[in-house]
């Protein structure tokens, strides 16, 4: 059931409204009987491995908390982190090693004993990840990983618990919550709010217009030239690979749009995912504003305990901290090389940015702001997107085909089979650009969106939603990050 | 060493490693009030104070201070 569809419209609009009419007491019910609703709507079995995850974070944290020596606290703390882990890996990764197994032995078969019939990798089961499956467990570890540290007490509510963590609007793709900034809110007393609801209804809006408008018209070009490296110019993959840096933004952020605007109709602020992150003037910079709620998971519970264990080092533990924290945070993507480059790129620029940290602010106190802040944005949307070639590409080799091209190809012109598909893109681009440049640096001048005048605000809004009626693309298929 | 002595001190390193001279450190300081203080710096502030302060933080401190007045307590705790 995704966002965009017809069904998920029903479904809200039955849930809101059945919401506001129940006592504020036990509206988390109606919350929790939806998600899980929402949850078995596709493969109904997978409540069950998230009924575990529940089950066993749950009593494991209410142990922690309870346990008066140390050393039983740890036992039951590494036991549930162990058991997340576990699933989490299982879910996402036995496809992967089943058929490394086998191509291994199907190597080795040949090679050693030149056998060449090939084992049939069918033969082994394919595990389908559950829907959110990290994002739930992801939630479930850093919720352990608080009450071990002592800062948030053990959730005493079964029911309040799992509603954390399967709460409708953020389970497929995120953001990834903190319990002590959702679980309070459970508590809390919503009465039914307009102008929240308006706010919601806006954000809704404006993400339907960045997923339907324009991440899948981009996808449209992006598909037929990356799809078809071989026959295309360098021109038009280059284009492409601009474009595919816009669509993921679009795309993954107008999810996020959607999922905070759902949550807000029902009084629940989720944490912001991204922060105009294509004005980033640094790699650094704009993995602090891009996915804010993994990027910031991972800092807390990855990064840091991994640079402070070895801050002995000196900067070498930071260095050690990007690429042991990017690797895993590519191999979360999925199991394949290309995800593994992926983040391995991320960790090499990030290292080169923190050793010329000082010569670059230097640079900078000599050239006007303006050019800094172009420099800086062109190089950070330039090496995002060599890098999301790898994140794109099915394989490795596929990835070097497009980059080798890119760099040796004499072809000319440019691929545009319908030129309105073109226009539309560069359309799309430009608006994006421009609300996201007007918000960077002149929100204080003018707003359309929050304007005083009903008229315009309002103006503004229906001009949104003609624009998605007219140019929206209907049958664009699922979020991109809905497979992660 | 008092507590003001203990934040004008950290003040300096703060300066020094995140190579911003206007940096002002008070009590309830945050991470969030001082441009440059981000998880990079983080690391290099605590390497830099405890060979300052000649100590040794343990973990849970590092990933627990809220502002620079626990940073300081945890300071004027450890060479009291």
């Known amino acids: 059931m995704i966002f965009t569809s017809i069904v998920f419209a029903l479904f809200f609009l039955i849930v809101a409204i059945l919401y506001y009419s129940l006592p504020c007491k036990h509206r988390w019910i109606l919350l929790l009987v939806s998600s899980i609703f929402f949850y078995m709507y596709s493969i109904p079995a997978y409540i069950l491995v998230a009924s575990f995850i529940i089950l066993i974070t749950f009593y494991a944290a209410i142990k922690i908390e309870k346990a008066k020596v140390s050393e039983k606290a740890m036992q039951f703390y590494i036991a549930a982190i162990t058991a997340n882990v576990g699933i989490l890996v299982f879910c996402k990764y036995s496809n992967f090693f089943s058929s490394s197994v086998f191509d291994s032995i199907n190597f080795a078969r040949q090679k050693l004993f030149h056998n060449t019939e090939i084992w049939n990798n069918t033969l082994l089961i394919k595990v389908v990840a559950p829907l959110g499956i990290s994002y739930i467990t992801f939630q479930a570890i850093g919720y352990l990983i608080e009450i071990k540290r002592g800062n948030h007490y053990a959730e005493k509510n079964l029911g309040h618990f799992s509603t954390f963590l399967l709460f409708f609007p953020k389970i497929i793709a995120g953001p990834v919550e903190r319990a002590h900034h959702f679980l309070p809110q459970l508590q809390q007393i919503k009465k039914f709010d307009f102008d929240k609801i308006i706010i919601g209804l806006q954000q809704i809006l404006w993400g339907l217009f960045k997923k339907l408008v324009i991440a899948d018209r981009l996808s449209i070009y992006v598909s037929a030239v990356l799809g078809n490296a071989e026959n295309h110019s360098a021109i038009s993959l280059i284009a492409a690979v601009i474009f595919y840096v816009f669509q993921m933004y679009a795309d993954f952020s107008g999810y996020t749009d959607m999922a905070l605007g759902f949550a807000k109709i029902l009084g629940f602020d989720l944490m912001q995912n991204f922060n105009r992150p294509l004005l980033s003037k640094s790699v650094t910079e704009f993995w602090r504003k891009w996915h804010i709620s993994l990027s910031t998971w991972f800092a807390d519970y990855f990064y840091t305990p991994l640079a402070i264990a070895k801050r002995d080092w000196g900067n070498w533990s930071i260095v050690y901290a990007f690429f042991t924290t990017f690797i895993v945070l590519g191999f979360w993507h999925g199991a394949n090389w290309t995800f593994l480059i992926f983040g391995t790129l991320q960790g090499l620029i990030l290292t080169i940015e923190f050793f010329t940290r000082k010569i670059r602010k230097n640079i900078r106190k000599k050239v006007p702001m303006f050019l800094n802040n172009m420099a800086g944005i062109t190089f950070t949307i330039g090496y995002f997107a060599l890098s999301l070639i790898f994140f794109r590409a099915n394989s490795v080799s596929d990835a070097l085909i497009i980059i080798k091209k890119i760099f040796t190809s004499r072809e000319s012109g440019i691929y545009i089979e319908n030129p309105s598909i073109m226009l539309f893109c560069i359309f799309g681009i430009l608006f994006l650009s421009i609300v996201e440049c007007k918000k960077e640096y002149f929100n204080h001048l003018f707003t359309f969106s929050n304007n005083k005048y009903w008229l315009i605000r309002n103006g503004y809004y229906c001009l949104l939603l003609m624009i998605i009626l007219i140019a929206g693309v209907f049958d664009g298929g699922e979020f991109i990050y809905f497979q992660f | ?80």
């Open chain 2, 1 to 80: 060493m008092d507590r003001s002595e203990i934040i004008h001190q950290l003040t300096n390193i703060f300066i020094d490693i995140i190579d911003n001279g206007d940096i002002s450190l008070y009590n309830e300081t945050t991470a969030n009030d001082v441009d440059g203080w981000d998880s990079l710096t983080h690391i290099q502030l605590v390497v830099a104070i405890e060979k300052h302060f000649k100590l040794r933080f343990n973990s849970k401190e590092i990933q627990g201070w809220k502002n620079i007045g626990e940073l300081a307590d945890s300071i004027a705790g450890r060479i009291a």
